[in-house]
């Protein structure tokens, strides 16, 4: 089946009881059982729901993998996935990760996970710091805010060369399994903020893990519903209806995105654009093999903080806020925003400086969004 066909489908069959096309929403705490059956499929919600259970199966096909997990928060979803460590493993990533992130990193140190941060647009920084107590590496790409990539398919050599036990997990939140699909490149785990496009209207906070490997599926599962970072019901249900029409949404976001990007890559007021759809993007080549489009974030570099002011105080279309992935236009000041948590040593370290601005392309007509970019732009 194709893509869209899944995404609407898959996982999904109309009610046994009242065969309402779109399932109910299981609001059941727990569920009647017989006396000593181990086997019922569900026994108590934060265990397993049927909403989420739709979900779980719907994502891990989408991302054509064999197990689905979701979580109440992306950062949730990636700290299930730090929990497969013990102490004294190494992990090997980089700083130029969504901050958050980042911050579970340094949160896992306290417990003896050891990490190694490299840049990861090469990987062969990767290669140098494998070690026999490397269990994990850990990408995201392309990376939040400065969108830079991560080439999958070669890292998933390196590894396989060195010890396939290694696991390569991929945060695939600004792409999606619409544009990218990391375990077909040879990873084993995909994380998402299912915050972000995959839900796309910005009204449920959500995380997914997917894997292919059957030895994860049951530590997961344990992590899962013993530390109990679980979606509610409605928000799954939200989730799974969001999914429909992800191909859609992604094809828009990409379209504005671009047009976008290339009509800021022109304007004099713009000192930079980072869009992996640009041919000056250093990695385009990469972004062309890897990514079946570009997606529908665009960084730019006004230079200064004061700019940056000037063209906020004056944008009407776009908004102000945290997140992305949403059908309407948001605008992040990353240095103060997504990576206030990263100090300003590592930013500056990173590449991130006030002046930088990340914008999340909407779907709303492009006409407007250009026009209304081009008169912030004229106020600095
Ligand atoms: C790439 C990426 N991963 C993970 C997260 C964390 O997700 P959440 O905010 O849903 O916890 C974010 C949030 O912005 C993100 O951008």
Redesign the pocket.
């Known amino acids: 089946m194709g893509f869209s066909t899944d995404a609407i489908h898959f996982g999904q069959k109309p009610d046994k009881e009242s065969f309402s096309v779109i399932p109910p929403i299981y609001l059941a705490t727990t569920y009647a059982r017989k006396f000593e059956d181990r086997d019922a499929p569900f026994v108590y919600s934060r265990t397993q729901n049927p909403n989420r259970k739709m979900l779980e199966e719907n994502i891990a096909k989408l991302e054509n993998g064999k197990y689905g997990f979701a979580f109440s ?4 979803a ?1 700290t299930a996935v730090m929990k497969l460590l013990k102490p004294g493993d190494h992990v090997i990533t980089t700083k130029n990760i ?1 901050g ?2 980042l911050r579970v990193f340094k949160e896992m140190e306290k417990w003896g996970i050891k990490f190694s941060y490299v840049d990861m647009t090469q990987v062969e920084n990767v290669e140098r710091e494998l070690k026999p107590e490397t269990k994990m590496i850990f990408a ?1 790409t392309p990376s ?1 805010p400065l969108l830079y990539l991560t080439d999958l398919k070669k890292l998933s050599q390196i590894r396989d060369s060195f010890n396939r036990e290694i696991l390569i997990a991929v ?1 695939n ?2 792409m999606t399994p619409y544009l990218q699909r990391p375990l077909e490149l040879g990873c084993d785990i995909v994380v998402h ?1 299912s ?2 496009f995959l839900n796309g209207h910005s009204d449920v ?3 997914i893990v997917v894997t292919n490997r059957d030895e994860l599926q049951k530590p997961l599962w344990y992590i899962q519903r013993a530390f109990g970072a679980v979606p509610s019901p409605f928000d799954c249900w939200l989730l799974l209806r969001s999914i429909k029409t992800l191909a859609v949404r992604m094809n828009q976001h990409c379209y504005n995105a671009k047009r976008i990007a290339i009509f800021l890559a022109s304007h004099p007021k713009v000192k930079r654009v980072f869009y992996p759809g640009l041919p000056s993007h250093p990695q385009y080549e990469l972004a062309q093999s890897q990514m079946k489009d570009f997606g529908g974030v665009v960084t730019i570099d006004l230079g200064s903080k004061e700019n940056v002011r000037k063209f906020l105080d004056n944008l009407k279309i776009f908004t102000l806020a945290e ?2 992935g949403g059908v309407e236009s948001l605008v992040n000041h990353s240095w103060t925003m ?1 990576h206030s948590s990263v100090s300003e040593e590592e930013k500056k370290e990173l590449g991130l400086t006030e002046g930088i601005l990340r914008l999340s392309v909407g779907i709303e007509d492009v006409e407007d969004l250009i026009d209304d970019l081009e008169q912030a732009l004229e106020k600095i």
């Open positions: 928060s992306g950062v949730a990636v969504y958050g992130t995201e939040n945060d939140t600004f903020s915050t972000k906070v959500g995380g997140s992305l997504s």
